[in-house]
């Protein structure tokens, strides 16, 4: 009885050992591993941390004039620079901005896009057009995302900026 034990173990150990099984190697349906290269690829780009935040694109659109003047999606959105401004209901909140496709609006008025130039996925130069209780005139402004896309820094020609996602 020993020893047929012991040679049923032998042939479990032979067959578990033979040079053609492949034991690292998963098959992955084509369509799971080409959704797993999206989300490598879009996380190499982009980092990890805005993939997770935006998602993966699904296909790549062709440009257009209206794409390339478009806020890109982690810049859209209610951004405050103290601390009653992310308040939505407090209509006296100087300090709030909302980034919207092509236009960014302020207190007592408007930006519209004109040109927009992509220097990372985190930074934006960008030529607006602003209006706003009779005036108007254009400046280019610099947008950039940081601490994770949770802040937002505005310089300007004349100042800098500092704003929280609402």
């Not at 496709?101 to 008025?109: K, N, S, V």
Request: hydrophobic content about 40%; overall charge neutral; aromatic content about 8%.
């Amino acid at each position: 009885m020993r020893w047929l034990a012991m040679g049923t173990m032998a042939m479990m150990v032979a067959a578990c050992g033979r040079g053609d099984a492949d034991y690292s190697r998963i098959d992955v349906p084509e369509k799971e591993a080409e959704a797993q290269a999206a989300i490598e690829q879009a996380a190499a780009q982009n980092g990890a941390a805005t993939v997770a935040r935006t998602g993966v694109p699904i296909a790549r659109s062709t440009p257009t004039a209206a794409r390339d003047r478009a806020f890109p999606t982690e810049f859209l959105g209610y951004w405050g620079a103290g601390d009653n401004d992310c308040e939505l209901a407090n209509t006296a909140a100087t300090g709030r901005i909302n980034i919207d496709a092509d236009t960014i609006r302020f207190y007592e008025g408007r930006a519209r896009v004109q040109r927009m130039d992509r220097r990372s996925p985190q930074e934006l130069a960008v030529d607006l057009r602003f209006s706003g209780q009779g005036q108007g005139f254009e400046a280019r402004e610099i947008y950039r995302l940081d601490a994770g896309g949770t802040a937002l820094i505005r310089t300007s020609p004349t100042a800098t900026q500092r704003y929280r996602r609402c």
